[in-house]
C-alpha cells in the first residue's frame, strides 16, 4: 500500500507537469484548475504514505533521505494550496509539479532504509527536524515565485511576450509572495533550532554549520530586502540559488544528522 501511495501521488504531479507542457506547446495555455488538482490529489497521497509510514515506525517518518525528500515534496505541496489561492497564484501550480515530480523520483529510486518499528525519537528532535524541513517547503516556494518572478520580468521585456505572459500574475504580486514566503520559511528554521536547543543537540559539526549557512545566507537576503538594497531581479535571484544551495546540502545535512 505504501508503494501505491507512492507512485499515485508521482502520476499526479506527473499530469499536472504533462498537462503543462502539452498546454503550452499548443499555445493554449490557461492556469486552470487542473494543476491545482493534481497537486491536491498528489498532496492527499503523499499524506496517506506519510501516515502509514509514521504509523509503521511510530515516529515522523524522516528518518533517512528518500523519507525527506517526500516530506519536503509534501510541505510544498501543502504551502502551495494555502499559499496560491491567497496571492491569486493558480499558474503557480505549472510551476510547481515539476519540481515534486523531481523529488517524488529521487525518493523512488534512492534505497530506502526503514527504521526498526520499536524506534523512539526525542519528541524535540522530531520537531527540529519536522520543522526544518516545513521551512524549507517554505522556501521551495519562494524559488517557484523567485522563477515566475523571473520569467515575468523577462516577459515585460520582451517586444513579444509568450503566451503565459497573460496569466502570470503581478510581478509586484510575485515579489510580495517571495518576501512573505521566505520570511516564513525563515522564522520555521529559527525555531527549528531553537527546538534543537530543547532537545540539547550539539552545536557542532557540519551538519550544524550547514543548517547555519543556509539561515545566515536567508536572513541577510531578507534583511537586504526589507532595506530595500535587494530587490527586483537581484532579490528574485537570490532567494531561487539559496534554495538549490540548500538542496545540494540536504543529503550532507541528512547524512550528517544519521551519524550524529
Not at 34 to 59: K, Y
Not at 169 to 196: E, H, N
Not at 228 to 249: K, P, W
Amino acid at each position: 500500500m505504501e508503494r501505491l501511495a507512492l507512485f499515485t501521488a508521482t502520476l499526479c504531479y506527473l499530469f499536472g507537469f504533462a498537462h503543462t507542457l502539452f498546454a503550452l506547446g499548443a499555445g493554449k495555455f490557461r492556469p486552470g484548475r487542473f494543476n491545482l488538482a493534481a497537486v491536491a490529489l498528489g498532496a492527499v497521497a503523499q499524506g496517506w504514505w506519510l501516515s502509514m509510514r509514521g504509523a509503521a515506525e511510530h515516529s515522523c517518518p524522516i528518518a533517512n533521505l528518500p523519507e525527506i525528500l517526500i516530506f519536503l515534496s509534501w510541505s510544498i505541496a501543502l504551502l502551495y494550496l494555502v499559499v496560491g489561492p491567497a496571492y491569486r497564484l493558480s499558474l503557480m501550480g505549472a510551476f510547481t509539479a515539476p519540481l515534486l515530480l523531481i523529488l517524488q523520483i529521487a525518493a523512488l529510486l534512492l534505497p530506502d532504509e526503514r527504521r526498526p518499528a520499536c524506534f523512539r525519537a526525542n519528541p524535540w528532535v522530531e520537531t527540529h527536524a519536522a520543522l526544518s524541513l516545513i521551512a524549507y517547503g517554505a522556501f521551495g516556494l519562494a524559488c517557484i515565485a523567485g522563477l515566475m518572478f523571473l520569467v515575468q520580468e523577462g516577459q515585460l521585456k520582451s517586444r513579444r511576450p509568450a503566451e503565459i505572459f497573460h496569466h502570470l500574475p503581478p510581478i509586484s504580486a510575485l515579489a510580495d509572495a517571495i518576501r512573505r514566503l521566505a520570511g516564513i520559511g525563515f522564522l520555521l528554521l529559527t525555531l527549528s533550532f531553537v527546538a534543537g536547543f530543547l532537545a540539547h543537540l550539539g552545536v557542532a559539526g557540519g551538519k550544524f554549520w550547514a543548517s547555519l549557512l543556509i539561515w545566515l545566507l536567508y536572513g541577510a537576503i531578507l534583511a537586504g530586502a526589507w532595506s530595500g538594497r535587494l530587490a527586483g531581479r537581484r532579490f528574485a535571484s537570490a532567494v531561487a540559488a539559496t534554495f538549490l544551495l540548500a538542496l545540494i546540502l540536504l543529503p550532507l545535512i541528512q547524512q550528517l544528522s544519521t551519524k550524529h
